[in-house]
């Protein structure tokens, strides 16, 4: 039924030819009262007015259902029943009883054309008309059992095809608004991947190119191995951006320290970090999650702080909500680059972290700035200190 567009107008012309195809194979039953303009014995000024009036009525039935759509008013549609129904009316009333059978095109275009509540009571309401009318036509309490059941179940079956094709359209929207949603999700989650990549990588980088810049006079050796680190460490670069964009990017806790250590070490800022923090109780995603914290971390410290100092902690805790491992990273800069309004990096880091089911705190402390990241850990975990370099 959804190939035809019941409740929607048909917008191509295959839709158009198979509505119409559909809308006519209904009009068999109109026989009833086509028989009784021909062989009825009525005269010939009756005969063309009845004639008249039929063709009127197809037409209106046929643009009605034909037509309806989402661009038309409930009003509309609601006057062009009651239209088609004192039609019937007015036909049965002054030709007899054949023309009953009109009831049922006006149920079955009710439940077509109206919404699911409406339609109900339009069809009692048609259903109720037809009653009085054969009860008024001389012999037409004998034909109203035999249509009085086919103008309900015509007119409730429409209206549930009505609402079942309704809720495919709607389906089918729900599904394209699924998919882009999935798309802005994939869009985002490459934004975090690359700017905590690059941003890392590339202040790494310039660092180094600094360092370099300084070694070339009097120092053409160590010049030459700060270049050669730039080599690597933009190779990786190259490699971890085509893992995020692959989707495969998990960075392990375990090399993100390692790099923090190389990084801040070229800043010329004194590191502190735990000697063995590999977690074992935690799943991939959550250690992910502390990796991307740790390494955004260490970028904000180098480019924005000005710190001396800089200490990384790794600790198992137990709190009330169960063990969780706890990543801190403080140092004894100005922090400005999270003071305020959250930036992109750790509003990222945020929604890593949350999905993780974690948290993020960013605070000033005494002597500088403050950032920690919690995951939950597995039931292995223990209130101990994994590493700490105080």
């Known amino acids: 039924m959804s190939s035809v567009g019941i409740g929607q107008r048909p917008t191509t012309p295959k839709r158009r030819v198979m509505k119409s195809l559909w809308i006519g194979v209904w009009l068999v039953y109109l026989g009833a009262p086509v028989g009784d303009l021909l062989h009825g014995g009525h005269s010939t000024g009756v005969r063309v007015l009845g004639w008249l009036g ?22 509309m549609v609601v006057a062009s029943l009651g239209l088609l129904a004192a ?14 059978v009109l009831f049922v095109y006006v149920s079955t ?16 309401a048609n259903a109720a008309l037809m009653s009085a009318v054969a ?8 034909l109203l059992a035999d249509l009085l059941v086919p103008a309900l179940l015509g007119g409730a079956a429409m209206a549930g095809v009505r609402q ?24 985002l989650r490459l934004a975090r991947d690359l700017h905590d990549l690059l941003g890392h990588s590339l202040s790494l980088i310039t660092l180094k190119s600094e360092l370099a810049g300084r070694m070339l006079p009097a120092h053409p050796e160590n010049a030459a191995q700060q270049v050669a680190d730039i080599e690597r460490v933009s190779r990786q670069a190259l490699v971890d951006v085509r893992e995020a964009v692959s989707g495969y990017r998990r960075p392990r806790l375990a090399g993100e320290l390692a790099g923090a250590q190389v990084a801040l070490t070229a800043a ?36 924005h702080s000005g710190a001396r100092r800089c200490t990384v902690e790794v600790l198992s805790r137990q709190t009330l909500d169960g063990p969780v491992l706890e990543l801190s990273v403080e140092d004894d800069g100005r922090g400005d680059g999270s003071s ?9 880091l945020a929604e890593r972290l949350e999905k993780a089911g974690g948290s993020l705190e960013a605070s000033r402390v005494k002597h500088g700035f403050r ?11 223990a209130p101990a200190d994994v590493g700490s370099g105080s």
Do not use: K
Not at 109 to 123: E, Q, Y
């Open 340 to 348: 305020g309004t959250p930036g992109n990096g750790l509003t990222g």
């Open 87 to 100: 039609q019937s009316a007015v036909l049965t009333l002054s030709l007899g009883r054949e023309w009953l």
């Open 164 to 187: 079942l094709v309704r809720t495919t359209i709607e389906l089918r929207e729900a599904r394209a608004t699924v998919a882009q949603l999935a798309a802005n999700e994939e869009r």
């Open 135 to 142: 009860l008024a036509v001389p012999g037409g309490r004998s």
């Open 268 to 303: 010329g800022i004194t590191a502190t970090l735990p000697a063995d923090a590999a977690p074992t109780d935690v799943d991939e995603e959550a250690e992910s999650a502390l990796a991307w914290t740790l390494r955004e971390a260490v970028t904000n410290v180098v480019r």
């Open 371 to 381: 950032l920690v990241a919690r995951v939950p850990s597995g039931p292995r975990a």
């Open 109 to 124: 275009s009710s439940g077509a054309a109206l919404p699911l509540r409406m339609s109900r009571w339009a069809i009692a």
């Open 54 to 75: 039929l063709a009127v009525f197809v037409a209106w039935y046929a643009a009605l259902v034909f037509r309806t759509g989402r661009g038309e008013t409930t009003r």
